[in-house]
């Protein structure tokens, strides 16, 4: 019995493989290759269709090399800005410190028997505050006598100047500050008309 059962397994498989071989050189839709001119033709046509595959994926990994070398190089410009404007809120919290020291001294130097050693510790310590802040790349912009600039000037009023030319800063209420070259408080300026 087992004898039997082992032919008609073996004419099983011999019919799959034969199925198999044919498959393999009809794969160009079920037309039976007749010579081997057919024969080359399909491979040439296999081959090119492959190396256009193959083209295809060289191009989609350039693309995405290219893709990912770009999203590295904004992550990195995005943590360069984060370092460099991380200080910006404790800056314009420091701004007005500066201005109260400023119109202190201001104060101070036009009042009437104003004691010079005062105005001269105010004078100081603004200098070494100015200084400090300048290490960690805060400017401060006085744009006195310069053309106005909605850009980095907030004007507060226009008053008719004749001596100089129109929408220039004839005086300063609070002074400008920038971070790197950012604008953090645009100056309050008085401007001519």
Do not use: C, W
Request: net charge negative; no cysteine.
């Amino acid at each position: 019995m087992t004898v039997e059962n082992n032919k008609p397994e073996e004419q099983v498989e011999e019919v799959v493989e034969q199925q198999a071989e044919e498959s393999l050189l009809n794969e160009d839709g079920g037309v039976e290759l007749d010579s081997e001119s057919d024969l080359t033709d399909g491979l040439e046509n296999q081959l090119e269709a492959l190396n256009e595959e193959l083209a295809k994926a060289k191009d989609q990994t350039l693309r995405a090399t290219a893709e990912m070398q770009n999203i590295k190089r904004r992550a990195e410009q995005d943590v360069e800005k984060a370092h460099k404007f991380a200080l910006e809120k404790f800056v314009d919290a420091l701004i007005p410190v500066v201005d109260s020291l400023e119109k202190g001294i201001e104060s101070a130097e036009q009042a009437e028997g104003a004691h010079e050693a005062l105005v001269e510790g105010m004078n100081l310590t603004l200098k070494q505050f100015l200084g400090a802040l300048g290490r960690f790349s805060v400017e401060q912009e006085d744009p006195n006598g310069q053309p106005f600039d909605p850009n980095f000037h907030q004007a507060m009023s226009m008053v008719p100047n004749p001596d100089v030319e129109t929408n220039t800063v004839i005086d300063v209420f609070q002074k400008g500050y920038k971070l790197n070259g950012r604008l953090i408080r645009p100056a309050m300026v008085v401007v001519s008309k």
